[in-house]
């Protein structure tokens, strides 16, 4: 065994008894499957020798005692979400030149092809990238270059694109959704932007005013609805998304598999889970010792798509997490179907 092997089989030591062997055998059965991406965070998805090279580029300081090398690589199930979240303390201090923008969405689109992806809804906050980029007039001008350049490397690698803008829990949450909307708008709302999201450590509160600007938002755009929730625990947050923030997805659900009448009412609402088999392990949501929700998903008639959340932060790609999910007990058939899953439930119009 090389050392690339060695270090692989350490990768994937949490994810079951099979050898790196027979991990790389079974993957291959499944080289060729088309597969489709419903949660993945644009700057979770940028590989290290990218994030390196813009650093190199742009000299970016990083935060006292910050290793890329060490700290921005999750293979190991953190302590607690927000430990999962450390990464990003300095994956928003980048971009600041656009021909870096340009640079890492090639590199994420790359990494989807490697993994057959044919259509992805990509998630990003936007408005850092204001901030660094000294866009003006600000934000219009950084959504606009955002989609410009994903835009441009979806169509080198025949991947269809849609974003979904992201606004973090927090107190200024409702002003960071009505900002993103206004560039929105101001760009003559471009049919790529697809959806909405909330993301963030569901431990944080936000404006009480939240949840009707996501639903107005819907009623108004016709913008798909997402909503990180349930990751950290939270039963309650899981039907606070459908019922007051209009969610048509939930991004992660993984508490409510301890609620049997909230996965009646999921499946009743034909909402759709995103479940990030890899990440939920690595953030804690799904605890070593137990069973991954999918099965209860499945059990209730709740759909789910197989999705990636982070995959660069884990140095794994979505082929991974469909891996991962037959681990946890999906079978080879729930796999080949998951691309019709997913078209079924996606944002973007008119897929075939
Ligand atoms: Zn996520």
Redesign the pocket.
């Known amino acids: 065994m090389n050392q690339c092997k060695n270090d692989s089989a350490k990768k994937y030591s949490w994810t079951g008894e099979d050898s790196i062997e027979q991990y790389e055998s079974t993957k291959a059965k499944f080289s060729d499957i088309d597969r489709a991406e419903l949660?993945v965070?644009m700057n979770?998805s940028i590989p290290l020798s990218t994030i390196q090279d813009i650093f190199a580029d742009e000299s970016t300081e990083l935060p006292a005692g910050f290793l890329i090398e060490r700290d921005i690589l999750r293979y190991k199930p953190c302590q607690s979400l927000s430990s999962y979240l450390t990464p990003w303390q300095v994956l928003r201090l980048f971009p600041k030149k656009r021909e870096n923008l340009n640079l890492l969405s090639l590199a994420v689109f790359e990494s989807l092809s490697q993994n057959n992806v044919r259509f992805v809804e990509l998630?990003s906050s936007v408005l850092y990238l204001a901030s660094l980029q000294n866009c003006a007039p600000a934000p219009a001008h950084a959504l606009e270059r955002l989609l410009e350049s994903s835009r441009s490397a979806s169509s080198r690698f025949g991947i269809r694109t849609g974003l979904i803008l992201t606004v973090t829990r927090g107190d200024y949450s409702s002003v960071a959704l009505s900002t993103l909307l206004q560039a929105y708008q101001d760009l003559g709302q471009p049919s790529d932007v697809v959806g909405l999201d909330l993301?963030g450590d569901e431990e944080i509160t936000y404006p009480a005013e939240l949840p009707s600007l996501f639903r107005k938002a819907k009623d108004r755009f016709g913008l798909g609805i997402t909503i990180?929730a349930g990751e950290t625990g939270r039963v309650d947050n899981v039907r606070t998304a459908v019922e007051l923030f209009g969610a048509d997805r939930i991004?992660?659900g993984t508490a409510a598999s301890k609620a049997p009448q909230l996965l009646d009412f999921l499946a009743k609402k034909d909402i759709c889970i995103e479940v990030?088999p890899i990440?939920n392990r690595l953030t804690g949501a799904v605890l070593k010792n137990e069973a991954h929700p999918l099965l209860a998903f499945q059990r209730h008639g709740v759909p789910f798509v197989i999705c990636s959340?982070?995959p660069a932060i884990h140095q794994r790609g979505l082929a991974d997490d469909h891996m991962a999910a037959m681990n946890e007990g999906l079978s080879a058939r729930d796999i080949y179907e998951q691309f019709d899953v997913a078209k079924r439930y996606s944002f973007i119009e008119g897929l075939d």
Do not use: L, M, V
Request: proline share 0%.
């Open positions: 949660h965070h979770g998630r993301a990180h991004g992660h990030c990440s959340d982070n």
